[in-house]
């Protein structure tokens, strides 16, 4: 992931700070440090906090570790450029926050984005484990495509293996807010394009994505979380999906 955000914003000109914020108990716990290290020295926007909520006599702060405690919002709100209403200091805001752990870390830190501001469409998240959606997307509560043009001629979508066909419009959203809407519960976490939970088979046509996601897709699949149809689905009219 953060190898993913680097490399991306190198090949959009490089005009953004990334920040890898990690807790662990200590350095017994703590998970592809040299890995980071690497990716943090070779990407120069790309830069590391270490949480240890309970380092070891050995462990050197500064080295090993940069402070002591858990990652919380307070954390966030020391490390980086935003005030206590979201705005990032200067310019206005425009950060993204990417995040995953455990429930508990999870409410805790959506809690605290939400008390200074910060956007649903700016909060991207993963659970460990089974999770469940924290933020916006609920099936039926879709906002309609951002950047695709309202006026288009509707495509018919087929969920091959619940026989199920249904047209779709830019107002109904994606392709995963479309199945839901229709009682449909594929399997999904970040829906933002970062996990790769989505990954859906497609049997039939084509399609596209807003923004290209950061999750690897393999070829013939579709991350249903952030697709539409594409321009061959929209020629022939036609995408078929295996859900
Ligand atoms: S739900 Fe995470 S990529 Fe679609």
Redesign the pocket.
């Known amino acids: 992931m953060l190898e993913a955000l680097a490399k991306k914003n190198a090949s959009c000109g490089g005009d953004r700070n990334i920040w890898f914020i990690h807790g662990a108990t200590n350095s017994k716990t703590h998970a592809f440090s040299n890995h980071v290290k690497n990716i943090t020295s070779d990407w120069p926007s790309a830069q590391s906090h270490y949480a240890y909520s309970a380092p070891l006599a050995t462990d050197i702060q500064g080295s090993d570790y940069d402070s002591q405690g858990r990652v919380s919002i307070d954390l966030l709100k020391s490390l980086l450029p935003i005030n206590s209403y979201g705005h990032e200091h200067g310019n206005g805001w425009d950060c993204d926050f990417y995040f995953c752990g455990p429930p508990a870390f999870m409410e805790s830190i959506y809690k605290g984005l939400k008390q200074i501001n910060i956007q649903d469409d700016r909060i991207h998240y993963?659970f460990f484990g089974p999770g469940a959606s924290l933020l916006k997307s609920q099936p039926g509560e879709n906002k309609g495509l951002i950047g695709e043009p309202k006026n288009q001629t509707p495509v018919s979508v087929r969920f091959e293996k619940s026989g199920i066909e249904v047209d779709w419009e830019p107002s109904k959203g994606t392709l995963l807010d479309l199945a839901e809407k229709q009682g449909l519960t594929p399997p999904?976490?970040?829906?933002?394009?970062?996990?790769?939970?989505?990954a859906t088979k497609i049997i039939e046509g084509d399609v596209a994505y807003v923004d290209p996601?950061l999750?690897e897709t393999a070829a013939g699949q579709a991350?249903?979380?952030?697709a539409y149809p594409g321009k061959s689905a929209k020629q022939n009219n036609l995408l078929k999906l295996d859900l």
Do not use: K, Q
Not at 188 to 198: A, E, K, N
């Open positions: 993963e999904y976490s970040c829906r933002s394009g970062v996990c790769g939970t989505c996601p999750a991350l249903i979380c952030c």
